[in-house]
């Protein structure tokens, strides 16, 4: 298996909204830019591909953030990381003013209304940390090690470019057991976990708990 990893481009913005989709799903069929924004799948899917057009450096909806994996010139792999807050600007802050900026205002409108159950998951990004956003492998090469090669490449291009930072930082959906298991054999410990009180989370999150993992890189 000839494998190829390469940094993203433009025109790899089709296969990036599908790991964006997919990786967002947790092999669930739960998709938060649906449920909370009240989108359809296409939809939803027309407006991360405008975000990515964009191009915001810093978050995950950045080409410049991902890797993505070839096989036979067939793209089958992605990986999306950044260095918190390298401009001073949370991620959290460059995704929030791109959604303001792409999606209709009336995809606003109700989230107040359970504002109090996504925060039941929140867990703040550290500044000046490497956070892994996202991962997706191709259901035809899973098991492979693609994972980690991803991983370690991406990890090594941040860290040549940031070598005071030392921490490398992921979220995943708790139910993820495959992912969780996928990130061990890279070296990630679990440090942290929340639970959500309210099962009406899985209306619109695949997962009622989220658990944040840690890398240490020298």
């Known amino acids: 298996m ?15 909204v599908e790991t964006i989709v997919e990786a967002e799903k947790s092999g669930t069929p739960i ?22 057009d964009e191009e915001i450096d810093g978050c995950e909806l950045s080409v410049s953030a991902f890797l993505v994996a070839e096989l036979n010139g067939k793209t089958v792999g992605a990986v ?19 959604l303001r900026f792409t999606l209709p205002q009336t995809c606003f409108e109700s989230i107040h209304k359970i504002n109090h159950l996504i925060n039941e998951l929140h867990i703040e990004y550290i500044p000046n ?5 996202l991962v997706y492998i191709k259901e035809e090469v899973r098991g492979q090690g693609l994972v980690k090669q991803l991983l370690s490449q991406k990890i090594e291009e941040l860290k040549t470019s940031n070598p005071q930072i030392d921490d490398v930082y992921v979220q995943v959906f708790g139910h993820n ?8 054999k890279v070296g990630f410990q679990t ?15 695949p997962s009622a708990s989220k658990i944040l993992m840690k890398l240490k890189i020298k």
């Not at 494998?3 to 025109?11: E, Q």
């Not at 057991?177 to 061990?184: G, P, R, W």
């Open 2 to 16: 000839e494998i190829t990893i390469r940094n993203a481009k433009l025109s790899d913005i089709p296969f990036l």
């Open 31 to 52: 998709l938060s830019y649906t449920t909370i924004f009240g989108l359809n799948e296409e939809d939803a899917k027309k407006y991360i591909a405008s975000m990515l």
């Open 80 to 98: 999306c990381a950044w260095i918190e807050g390298a401009e001073g600007v949370p991620s959290s802050t460059l995704k929030g003013n791109l």
């Open 129 to 133: 940390t490497i956070q892994i956003g």
């Open 177 to 184: 057991l495959s992912a969780i298991k996928a990130y061990e």
């Open 191 to 205: 440090i942290d976990s929340k639970v959500a009180k309210s099962k009406a989370i899985e209306n619109y999150l």
